[in-house]
T-cell receptor, first 109, second 115 residues
Framework: GQNIDQPTEMTATEGAIVQINCTYQ??????LFWYQQHAGEAPTFLSY????GLEEKGRFSSFLSRSKGYSYLLLKELQMKDSASYLC??????????FGPGTRLSVLP | GAVVSQHPSWVICKSGTSVKIECRSL??????MFWYRQFPKQSLMLMAT?????????EQGVEKDKFLINHASLTLSTLTVTSAHPEDSSFYIC???????????FGPGTRLTVL
């Protein structure tokens, strides 16, 4: 089976940097996705990693280490609108996504 | 591109009635569509996977006779909640993918409240 773990909640200050970790155990790994979800809305795609290393996209970066079963999402220059849940999802070959429990991030002024 | 729509956005129904939710891929052909359910403050739970023209594959614990899924075309999948009960009240989200190893694009979700 698959097991994905994320911290339940995090709090950070506007303008700061926050790192949200995701650890996973799976077989046939075929990519890790990060999604942002505001309350009452559907998830929106943030990033995709399939090889080890850092992928940067504006204020958001995502890192993957396949040997360690570990990823993180890095958010820089936090804004109030970044308050949301952040979902880590792992995909195996030919199989569906499995979502982690999500991390609720609160950005304080 | 890659827009997925859901209809209705929200629905309130009486216990015992059936509710149909539509999921459409507007600008691409979706060979695979997924249906998720999300309870408050919880993550997405996959209910079933549907491939165009074939029967849906349900996740363990999901009643196939209660949650009827039809994927009649490459752009439309429907989820029917039959004989709805208050415990079925939830946020139902669909996603669509052009292929089994492609990214999933999510619809805006449907909030179902069963009285």
């Amino acid at each position: 089976g698959q097991n994905i773990d994320q911290p339940t909640e995090m709090t950070a200050t506007e303008g700061a940097i926050v790192q949200i970790n995701c650890t996973y155990q799976t077989s046939g790994f075929n990519g890790l996705f990060w999604y942002q979800q505001h309350a009452g809305e559907a998830p929106t795609f943030l990033s995709y990693n399939v090889l080890d290393g850092l992928e940067e996209k504006g204020r958001f970066s995502s890192f993957l280490s396949r040997s360690k079963g570990y990823s993180y999402l890095l958010l820089k220059e936090l804004q109030m609108k970044d308050s949301a849940s952040y979902l880590c999802a792992v995909k195996n070959y030919g199989q569906n996504f499995v979502f982690g429990p999500g991390t609720r991030l609160s950005v304080l002024p | 591109g890659a827009v997925v729509s859901q209809h209705p956005s929200w629905v309130i129904c009486k216990s015992g009635t059936s509710v149909k939710i539509e999921c459409r891929s507007l600008d691409f052909q979706a060979t695979t569509m997924f249906w998720y359910r999300q309870f408050p403050k919880q993550s997405l739970m996959l209910m079933a996977t549907s491939n165009e023209g074939s029967k849906a594959t349900y996740e363990q614990g999901v009643e196939k006779d209660k949650f009827l899924i039809n994927h009649a075309s490459l752009t439309l999948s429907t989820l029917t909640v039959t004989s709805a009960h208050p415990e079925d009240s939830s946020f139902y989200i669909c996603s669509a993918s052009p292929g089994p190893d492609n990214e999933q694009f999510f619809g805006p979700g449907t909030r179902l409240t069963v009285l």
